[in-house]
């Protein structure tokens, strides 16, 4: 049993689709602060961040910790959550018919071992059909998503190709994860 301090429905798919036990509970951590030299260097920082603050709400001693932290890139930026849906189309723009690269950060800490994990998935894209784009901006899916969208939801009729695991893209490297467990 471990404890996933994260809110994400979609990593708790993720465990559970692999046979993990665990229990949901995290604290907030505040990555609006963050200031990164890159997109890697970003998502560690804020992986270690949730780290540190959920380690001292909940240690390890219980339940090994798990925490992670997804980016979004293309284009050379950062594709955070959207807060418009104006920049959430301008997001989504950015990506059409280009690379955007996935980046997890994971950090693991049991009694017997700390794992610190940064994997990337890089998915190249079609052309985004500008009409699918509006319907699915004015349908609202795009609120809450790094990137303003899952690669499983509205980018995956786009995909071309993919190299690199799913799981990275879909917030935690279960593969790297499995290994250990």
């Known amino acids: 049993m471990i404890r996933l301090a994260s809110s994400s429905p979609t990593?708790?798919?993720?465990?559970?689709?692999?046979?993990?036990?665990?229990?949901?509970?995290?604290?907030d951590f505040d990555e609006d602060s963050i200031v990164a030299s890159s997109p890697k260097n970003f998502v560690y920082i804020?992986?270690?961040?949730?780290?540190?603050?959920?380690?001292?709400?909940?240690?390890y001693n219980d339940y090994p910790l798990l925490v992670a932290d997804t980016v979004v890139t293309a284009g050379g930026k950062i594709l955070r959550k959207?807060?418009?849906?104006?920049?959430?189309?301008?997001?989504?723009?950015?990506?059409?018919?280009?690379?955007?690269s996935i980046i997890t950060c994971m950090i693991f800490q049991s009694k017997e071992m700390?794992?610190?994990?940064?994997?990337?998935?890089?998915?190249?894209?079609?052309?985004f059909d500008l009409d699918?784009?509006?319907?699915?901006?004015?349908?609202?899916?795009w609120r809450?998503?790094?990137?303003?969208?899952?690669?499983?939801?509205?980018?995956?009729?786009?995909?071309?190709?993919?190299?690199?695991y799913e799981s990275t893209?879909?917030?935690?490297?279960?593969e790297i994860l499995k290994r250990f467990l």
């Open 11 to 27: 990593r708790a798919r993720l465990l559970k689709s692999s046979g993990i036990e665990f229990i949901q509970e995290s604290v």
């Open 82 to 100: 959207a807060k418009t849906l104006e920049e959430a189309r301008e997001i989504l723009l950015t990506q059409s018919q280009s690379i955007t």
């Open 144 to 164: 809450g998503k790094a990137g303003a969208c899952m690669v499983e939801g509205f980018c995956k009729r786009y995909i071309k190709s993919v190299r690199g």
């Open 46 to 59: 804020a992986t270690l961040g949730k780290f540190e603050a959920n380690i001292k709400a909940f240690g």
């Open 114 to 127: 700390k794992i610190i994990d940064i994997s990337k998935t890089d998915y190249i894209f079609d052309a």
């Open 132 to 141: 699918d784009v509006e319907r699915y901006l004015h349908g609202g899916d």
């Open 169 to 174: 893209a879909m917030g935690l490297n279960i």
